[in-house]
């Protein structure tokens, strides 16, 4: 992580669960008399090691950040900008369009086409067909209450090597060039 530039990077994995995510990001902040919005640049790579799934990669555009009403009102923030999921292998792609507090756009395409028009807001996603699949229209998220979100665990600073450190920065400055 470096302040200045705002830069940051991690690399997770989970042998258990055959999974490895890599990140680099910075941040661009642009402030209004509103309040504010946060862009982020870089890449997510979500990577599966199982055996069977040797090669599939998620890459992962990030949205950023919205706050409002700062001064007046109530203050809310929420993801804005634009979510793009995209699996290398197949170039199937989801993208979600957050345009506001309360309204989310987008759509699932594979093999290029459109097949779903997504619809909703945080709480609730609806997929709309398109194409032969015109007629359905079904939930694809629906969350009746907020959960509390687990905290990640990570390794005290007393237990971690020189060696855990020169792996990230490794992975961080392949990730920059």
């Not at 830069?7 to 008399?33: D, R």
């Not at 309360?102 to 619809?119: F, M, P, R």
């Amino acid at each position: 992580m470096s302040h200045h530039p705002p830069v940051g990077c991690c690399f997770l994995e989970n042998k258990q669960a055959y999974i490895e995510i890599e990140s680099t990001q910075f941040w661009k902040p642009s402030l209004s008399i509103s309040g504010f919005t946060v862009t982020i640049h870089g890449r997510t790579t979500l990577r599966f090691t199982h055996p069977s799934l040797q090669g599939e990669e998620i890459h992962a555009k990030m949205p950023g950040l919205a706050a409002k009403n700062l001064l007046l009102g109530t203050p809310i923030q929420y993801p804005y900008g634009d979510l793009v999921l995209t699996n290398s292998k197949t170039g199937d792609e989801i993208s979600l369009s957050l345009q506001s507090e309360d309204k989310i756009k987008g759509k699932i395409t594979q093999n290029k086409q459109v097949v779903y028009n997504l619809k909703g807001n945080y709480f609730h996603i609806v997929l709309e067909g398109v194409g032969a699949n015109n007629k359905e229209k079904k939930d694809w998220f629906k969350l009746d209450k907020i959960e509390p979100m687990p905290v990640p665990k990570t390794k005290p600073l007393a237990q971690c090597t020189n060696l855990d450190s020169r792996l990230i920065w490794h992975q961080c400055t392949i990730n920059i060039l």
